[in-house]
Structures are given as structure tokens and as C-alpha cells.
């Protein structure tokens, strides 16, 4: 079966700092992957998918930028974290035909 | 994609069937409905799709007009654990396409 990855659960940084979150996905090949970010008592925001290893579509013009570097890892950084970038961020994956997606547990990330 | 329309919340009583309404009245032939939650403070839950039939799994039962201009999602008995935010999504089911979420319904399961 398939299972996602995400870590870590909880993070605390200070602004300037940066940022790295990281997605595996198993028990699948070429996925599509997702990032997702959630400000407190907000929508669910997409900012980045993936196609395929190397192909990222941004959805939001943002502190954040995605690389897929193998095909079931997906990774969102930051060189400058703000306090803006606060916020529960999900991974998630549907199958290469788009049908239903699933989604990690999140990261909730809370910049100092 | 095709926008949606759900009320902001809703209340239901515990062992009572939730009846969730969604609008998407400029649906287009290939966008199907789905359905997710989100339980707080965790990731969102896929529940159902469908494209013109009415859909039945073991979580709950979606019912797709036949103009397809609007769906409801059903918790046949639901129990203070789905208390969540349910959200209706129409997309096109091809590769490529992104999952845009909107600002779903509130579901509140009392007993």
C-alpha cells in the first residue's frame, strides 16, 4: 500500500532562517505531488505541484520554492524564512491520473 | 476548474444522517465532484468522487444531480468524530490538474 512522509511534525524558526521540509511518498511511482500551506484559521493555499522529477508549478508568488529531486521526493525551502511563513504545511500525492489525493500529517511551522 | 458553493456550517445530531449540499452549477462534462475533510489540526481526508452517478463507499454516499448543477454528501449516522470542515471540490480528472481547495462547511456533530 501506499504511504506518505512528512517531517517533521512541529518546527520552530527564526526569522532570516532557512527552511527546508521534506515529502517521500512509497508504494507508488511517478505521483503527483503537492504542497499545501494552511495559515491559523485560514484555507487550504496551494503553492507548488509536480508532475514529474525536475517539472514544479508554482501556484503563489512567495518566500518558498519546490524541487523534486527523485521521483517520489518532494522538498519546500526557504533561504529567508518571515514571519509571514508561519502555517500547518501539508505534502500530498494523487496518482499520475489525478483521481483522488492523499495528504500527510503536516508540518506546523511557527516563525519566531 | 468549476466553482463551488457550500454554507458556511452546519449543526447535526449524533446517530442522525448529515445531508452536506454543494452548488457547482458551471460544472463542464468532464469535471467530477469530490469530497474531502479536514478533522482539526491534521491533513485533509479524501471521502468520495463522482462524475454522473451516484457513488456509495463505506465512509458515505454522494448524490449528483442530473444536471450535475449541485451534489450532497451523506453521513448516513454521524458521530461526533466527523465533526470537521468538509469540502466540495470539482476538477477535471486528468494529470497535470491541481487540487484548489475553497472554504468549506463546517460540520458540527453534537450529542
Known amino acids: 500500500s501506499q504511504t506518505i512522509h512528512q517531517w517533521p511534525a512541529t518546527l520552530v524558526q527564526p526569522v532570516g532562517s532557512p527552511l527546508s521540509l521534506e515529502c517521500t511518498v512509497e508504494?507508488?511511482?511517478?505521483?503527483?505531488l503537492y504542497w499545501y500551506r494552511q495559515a491559523a484559521g485560514r484555507g487550504l493555499q496551494l503553492l507548488f505541484y509536480?508532475?514529474?522529477?525536475?517539472?514544479i508549478s508554482s501556484e503563489v508568488p512567495q518566500n518558498l520554492s519546490a524541487s523534486r529531486p527523485q521521483d517520489r521526493q518532494f522538498i519546500l525551502s526557504s533561504k529567508k524564512l518571515l514571519l509571514s511563513d508561519s502555517g500547518f504545511y501539508l505534502c500530498?500525492?494523487?496518482?499520475?491520473?489525478?483521481?483522488?489525493?492523499?495528504f500527510g500529517q503536516g508540518t506546523r511551522l511557527t516563525v519566531v | 476548474d468549476a466553482k463551488t458553493t457550500q454554507p458556511t456550517s452546519m449543526d447535526c445530531a449524533e446517530g442522525r444522517a448529515a445531508n452536506l449540499p454543494c452548488n457547482h452549477s458551471?460544472?463542464?462534462?468532464?469535471?467530477?465532484v469530490y469530497w474531502y475533510r479536514q478533522i482539526h489540526s491534521q491533513g485533509p481526508q479524501y471521502i468520495i468522487h463522482?462524475?454522473?452517478n451516484n457513488e456509495t463507499n463505506e465512509m458515505a454516499s454522494l448524490i449528483i444531480t442530473e444536471d450535475r448543477k449541485s451534489s450532497t454528501l451523506i453521513l448516513p449516522h454521524a458521530t461526533l468524530r466527523d465533526t470537521a470542515v468538509y469540502y466540495c471540490?470539482?476538477?477535471?480528472?486528468?494529470?497535470?490538474?491541481?487540487?484548489?481547495f475553497g472554504k468549506g462547511t463546517t460540520l458540527s456533530v453534537s450529542s
Open positions: 500530498a500525492w494523487s496518482p499520475f491520473m489525478n483521481t483522488e489525493a492523499f
Open positions: 471540490i470539482v476538477r477535471v480528472g486528468q494529470a497535470g490538474t491541481a487540487l484548489i
Open positions: 463522482g462524475l454522473k
Open positions: 458551471t460544472i463542464s462534462g468532464n469535471e467530477y
Open positions: 509536480s508532475v514529474g522529477i525536475g517539472q
Open positions: 508504494g507508488t511511482s511517478n505521483p503527483n
